[in-house]
């Protein structure tokens, strides 16, 4: 297993990357109150989202879902979505991606509060 431990920090929050495996990967994602990723999606993989702790706001195409801890939500392959936490603590998921491909340019932002598309 290649784990990297490093937190990747973004304008939302920051990630860690548990495994990196052939089929898979798994990322601990904390995201800061108030804060969303961008609205996005992706070509090669499907995710799903387990919350460890916190409040998840999730859209997933047309529908919007209120999560908390130990509730989970999966994301198919070409889904549009996004993650908000809506609390007012640090909201941490975990994030499983299966597919053939896991680099960070297989995501399509469609919208993004911080510029990046």
């Known amino acids: 297993m290649t784990a990297d431990k490093e937190e990747d920090h973004r304008p939302w929050g920051y990630y860690q990357i548990l495994?990196?495996?052939?089929?898979?990967?798994?990322k601990r994602i904390v995201v800061y109150p108030g804060k969303r990723l961008s609205l996005q999606r992706h070509r090669h993989r499907a995710e799903h989202w387990y919350i460890l702790n916190g409040e998840a706001t999730v859209t997933r195409d047309d529908e919007e879902l209120h999560l908390k801890a130990g509730q989970s939500?999966?994301?198919?392959?070409?889904?549009?979505?996004?993650?908000?936490?809506?609390?007012?603590?640090?909201m941490a998921f975990v994030e499983i991606q299966t597919g053939d491909y896991f680099g960070e340019d297989d995501i399509e932002r469609l919208e993004d509060d911080f510029g990046r598309i």
């Open 73 to 90: 939500v999966d994301i198919p392959q070409g889904s549009v979505h996004r993650v908000m936490n809506p609390g007012a603590e640090n």
């Open 19 to 26: 495994a990196d495996e052939p089929g898979y990967k798994a």
